[in-house]
Nanobody, 122 residues
């Protein structure tokens, strides 16, 4: 059984920063970890992913250069550092795990957290 719990969301002004955390438990050994986001009425969008060993990472075009994905040494927590936030970054952010080494597609992820709200105001 896999459980993912996101935290760190909140409301910030445009240009500000937030750091999201995803605490993982269960059978996630050598699973990729990813972040997705979804705004009301929109499709879930890929944000960032990291391989189990932290060697490989990938970012969606809309966040590249602004967001950074990382993990702790024990590989039990994944972070998403979000800088230079924009109103269009407003969404519920979800953490997820994938059996692949690294992946960017929603269908490649099999377990999802409950989500954490990020709101960016102008």
């Amino acid at each position: 059984q896999v459980r993912l719990v996101e935290s760190g969301g909140g409301s910030v002004q445009a240009g500000g920063s937030l750091r999201l955390s995803c605490a993982a438990s269960g059978r996630t050994f050598r699973h990729a970890m990813g972040w997705f986001r979804q705004a009301p009425g929109k499709e879930r969008e890929f944000v960032a992913a990291i391989s189990w060993d932290g060697v490989s990472s990938h970012y969606g075009d809309s966040v590249k250069g602004r967001f950074t994905i990382s993990q702790n040494n024990a590989k039990t927590t994944v972070y998403l550092q979000m800088n230079s936030l924009r109103p269009e970054d407003t969404a519920v952010y979800y953490c997820a795990t994938s059996p692949r080494r690294i992946a960017t597609g929603t269908d490649d992820y099999d377990y999802w957290g409950q989500g954490t709200q990020v709101t960016v105001s102008s």
